[in-house]
């Protein structure tokens, strides 16, 4: 009897631990690298501060699938604190299917952008990257642009 109760209370934790691990969701976040992993579809979070003349990858990760159809990546000067004027921003279609997003820019050249490219910041100081959807802020991050 003792055996047969062990086991049941065992199948019940391996039942409300898989229900809690396939609930548990990703918390959105702003990745920003100097390396892409194109057979990974992933970005290695390098750090938070970047040459002006460094290759800049920028992702949002959202967990398990995007519940919008389009989001919106804006640049702004200042920090997070006190965030200026709109450097620019870029409009991108996504999927339920996606649950990622990698904003990567190529020269004429055919070349990865730069931070100074892909930020449109010619001057080192801060950016803050914002991505919204359906008119609310999802995430934000502060990086650091300087001169190597």
């Given at each position: ?39 990974l ?58 649950s ?17 490219e ?11 990257i ?19």
């Amino acid at each position: 009897m003792r055996k047969k109760a062990k086991l049941a209370i065992l199948a019940i934790l391996m039942v409300v631990g898989s229900l809690w691990t396939g609930c548990r969701t990703e918390d959105p976040i702003i990745v920003c690298g100097r390396e892409w992993n194109p057979a990974l579809q992933i970005v290695a979070d390098t750090s938070s501060e970047f040459g002006l003349g460094e290759p800049l990858y920028i992702q949002f990760r959202y967990g398990t699938g995007f519940d919008f159809n389009a989001l919106r990546m804006s640049f702004y000067e200042g920090t997070l604190a006190n965030k200026g004027k709109e450097i620019w921003s870029h409009d991108a279609r996504v999927s339920e299917k996606m649950s990622s997003y990698t904003l990567q820019g190529r020269t004429k050249h055919s070349e990865f952008m730069s931070a100074r490219e892909l930020t449109r910041h010619k001057e080192p100081g801060t950016v803050v990257i914002e991505i919204s959807a359906n008119g609310r802020v999802i995430v934000s991050k502060q990086i650091e642009l300087v001169r190597k």
